[in-house]
């Protein structure tokens, strides 16, 4: 299998009366992802989700662990109104209204979350917004905190599917600063924000987690 559906953020031309945008992926992952995030996240606290999308993993995780509060955000409105729209349909109580925050904003006013995650983001975008994800988790983690991301990745210790190479120009034909990242330059990255590489999993679809600890 490929991952190329993930590069569709969600059906435009499906919004419901409510604004709900879909995306295809998330039904393909959110179970997947779920399995990581059970050896990942605490047992209490908030757990700021950048990069939300459409609100549908926010909306499934926050029904999946009950006794997280899940704070969903996006730098699209769109996507903002998405998230809240699907919010309201579930009804799940511990989703907070989302925040419109951007990775290349020069900060977040923000309450300290206890855990952050972040899915298939810094493929479609700059490799300044992965810089500024990284910088603006290093200050509001605290130590032993993790910090989750998913995405197609490249691995010097593994061979490349061909799916992902496809992929990956497919990025860079829609705009020349996207792409896949090599996971060792977001571990340089992390460890030069304070972070530890804990884990690294391999995920259906040819996409992986990536599990970091602030130190």
């Not at 419901?16 to 995030?37: F, S, W």
């Not at 579930?90 to 419109?100: F, I, R």
């Not at 925050?101 to 977040?108: F, G, N, S």
Request: glycine share 8%; charged share 25%; aromatic share 8%.
């Amino acid at each position: 299998m490929t991952n190329e559906g993930d590069s569709t953020p969600w059906f435009r031309d499906q919004a419901g009366p409510e604004d709900e945008k879909h995306a295809p992926a998330t039904l393909r992952n959110r179970d997947a992802i779920i399995a990581v995030l059970q050896e990942v996240l605490p047992d209490s606290g908030t757990v700021l989700e950048i990069a939300s999308g459409t609100g549908e993993h926010a909306v499934y995780f926050g029904e999946k662990f009950p006794d997280l509060t899940w704070q969903p955000s996006d730098p699209d409105p769109d996507g903002c109104r998405s998230i809240a729209a699907w919010t309201k349909r579930a009804g799940v109580g511990n989703v907070l209204p989302p925040l419109q925050l951007d990775a290349l904003a020069l900060r977040w006013d923000i309450e300290k979350p206890s855990a952050i995650l972040c899915i298939n983001m810094v493929h479609i975008a700059p490799w300044e917004a992965s810089i500024g994800l990284f910088e603006k988790a290093a200050l509001l983690l605290e130590s032993g905190s993790s910090f989750y991301l998913y995405g197609p990745y490249f691995r010097g210790d593994a061979p490349t599917a061909q799916g992902n190479l496809d992929f990956d120009r497919s990025l860079k034909s829609r705009n020349l600063r996207w792409g896949i990242r090599e996971v060792a330059d977001m571990n340089a990255l992390a460890t030069k924000n304070g972070f530890t590489r804990t884990d690294l999993v391999e995920m259906p679809a040819n996409n992986l987690s990536l599990i970091y600890r602030r130190d």
